[in-house]
């Protein structure tokens, strides 16, 4: 079995020690998360261990032969085009290949026979590498992963230096799941990714048969893909079984078995210490000094950190404000030529949770303009309730003042105490001498935190977050859930946090093809709902199909001209019907990724009724899938 054993490994930048003697395996089939806060280490271990960086102490084993795959968050590309660059990914395969045709052409004109028979043996073994390398499925392999991950057929011509760098980051994500490598590290992956997107993700990463180790702050994911955590704590390691809703419940457990035994110890030193200072000159000094020096022998234990991260502190109340805090009335919105949105009308009502979802560039950021005022409608109207006071969080958090220190941010901005506002600065993580940093070297991250809580004292009444947990690590994504969710206002937030959705949302608010769809639940209960509304439409469209199928001699609707086709017979359209395909081609490679999981495990071949069974349906999806790709190359002239 495929093992990479991590024993000892520690590092440290001169005087800072990032982590000591971390110790883990990984197995082939293990879904692990690695997590931490920002600036624990994690990202540093994972290229120590992939010898990037070398470690101070400890070592790293891997057998010889093992493959290894690693999606790091900043990555370059070259100038091929998007299919070249995946396709390079299968450089040896792609090199087998040619030694296959040189040897077919050497082979072809070979007349002696002892030559010929030591030809035929390479050519035999340049083969068999060729297919163990996925050297007969690397083109499908491409255009799956690829589709998967919402590039087009289109865009396999483009070259890489025209992507965005979301897209770039897509890009190498491709790459590295293209060769399915033994063990596969990514570092947040679902970065630049949007819901969809991160949902085929989960769905590929499920099925894939390597080891994956994934650094992420997406809880929804680590949730729905790993079953074994690694958290980076104090500067070592520790593991716990289970996804990252298990990790928080065992976390807690052994928080409280350490709290237990830290007041225990504490009044037995209380205690030693009262009877040493009673005790220390009188007729029992003797008993005295020797529980003096039993105390100064006692391994002192560590007062347990602080889980709750949240320090509750009651917001202002905001004014009172309408009932409609805001309306959008058949807007009609975009940018020049371009139109973004055409006929979407929302109401959002005080007291509202509202979150707003959709693919990436179907005009989310373009909505949430129209509310703040920085876009003019085409048409239709945009109203703000009376005495709304709307406050806006960006990305960019262009609030903040760079020459400030933290604490003078807050301080003179509203003029507070000292005191009240270290109080608010305690709430979201800023503690201790973090207060007297100045603002311009802050994270990314500080200053998200920093931004939002300049806005909650603002004393707006309907607050428009865009991505307001983007770049923070899991504790302060947790300050933040518990801020909002005790903010007395309304607010709206575009968001790809599914885990802060489910926490925060009490509405979900879909936008994709221009046009929203509303749901009265959280994100849970959005992707429920929308799940068997899908399931419903298919079940119908087949149900219609199969009773088109069975209508006897169902006359024609059209008459037939001299050519056989009816008077208004239209050409389908090559790119529509490529398209369609594109997506029916995804579906069904999918499948046989599930199916090639299922025939892979040893437990299903221990029936051979559905061993066959499995067998069949892959055949028969293979052959699906052939017929489909074949049309498909016709189509787009490949």
Known sequence: ?????????????????????????????????????????????????????????????????????????????????????????????????????????????EKNAAELDKLMKEYAQVVERFERGGGYEYENTVRRVAFGLGFTAEDLLRSTSEFSGGQ???????????????????????????????????????????????????????????????????????????NYSEYLEKKAEKLAAQEKAYAKQQAYIAKTETYIDRFRAGIKSKQARGRQSQLNRLARLSRPEDMTGFD?????????????????????????????????????RRGDGVALVGP???????????????????SGKVKLGSRVKLGYFAQEHETLTDSNRVLDEVMREYAFSEERTRHYLGAFLFRGDDVYKLVGDLSGGEKARLALLKLMLTGANFLILDEPTNHLDIAAREAVEDAIMNFPGTFLTVSHDRYFLDKIANRVVELADGQLTEYAGNYSYYRDKK???????????????????K????????????????????????????????????????????????????????????????????????????????????????
Not at 535 to 548: C, N, P
């Open 168 to 242: 770039k980051t897509r890009i190498c994500l491709a790459r590295a799941l293209i060769r399915q490598p033994d063990f596969l590290f990514l570092d947040e992956p679902t970065n630049h990714l949007d819901l969809g997107m991160v949902e085929w993700l989960e769905e590929y990463l499920l099925v894939y048969s390597g080891a994956v180790l994934v650094i992420s702050h997406d809880r929804y994911f680590l949730d729905k893909v790993v079953g074994r955590i690694l958290a980076i704590e104090d500067g070592t390691s520790a593991e716990y079984t289970g």
């Open 312 to 348: 509750f502190f009651a917001f202002n109340p905001p004014a009172e404000c309408a009932e409609r805090v805001a309306e959008l009335g058949e807007v009609k919105a975009g940018y020049g030529d371009k139109t973004v949105l055409t006929g979407v009308s929302l109401l959002v």
């Open 551 to 638: 209508q006897p001699g169902k006359p024609e609707l059209k008459t037939q001209t001299g050519s056989g086709k009816g008077a208004n017979w239209r050409k389908p359209d090559p790119a529509k019907q490529a398209k369609k395909l594109e997506e029916e081609i995804a579906l069904l490679e999918q499948e046989l990724a599930i199916l090639e999981a299922r025939l892979n495990d040893p437990a299903s071949h221990a029936d051979a009724a559905l061993s066959r069974e499995l067998a069949g349906d892959y055949a028969a999806r293979q052959a699906e899938l052939d017929e489909k790709y074949g049309i498909w190359l016709e189509l787009t002239g490949e």
């Open 1 to 109: 079995m495929s093992i990479l054993e991590v024993r000892g490994l520690s590092k440290a930048y001169g005087i800072q020690t990032i982590f000591t003697d971390i110790n883990f395996q990984l197995r082939r089939g293990d879904k692990v998360g690695l997590i931490g806060p920002n600036g624990a280490g994690k990202t540093t271990l994972v290229r120590c261990m992939l010898g990037f960086e070398k470690p101070d102490s400890g070592l790293v084993s891997l057998a010889a032969g093992e493959r290894v795959g690693y999606v790091e968050q900043d990555t370059g590309l070259g100038g091929n085009t998007l299919y070249d660059e995946l396709v390079g990914a299968y450089g040896d395969v792609l090199g087998w290949q040619e030694d296959m045709r040189r040897l077919e052409a050497v082979i072809a004109c």
């Open 531 to 549: 799940a068997a509304g899908e399931k419903a439409a298919a079940q119908a469209a087949s149900q219609a199909a199969l009773q088109e199928k």
């Open 360 to 378: 990436n560039g179907a005009g989310k950021t373009t909505l949430l303009k129209l509310l703040t005022g920085d876009l003019t409608p085409v």
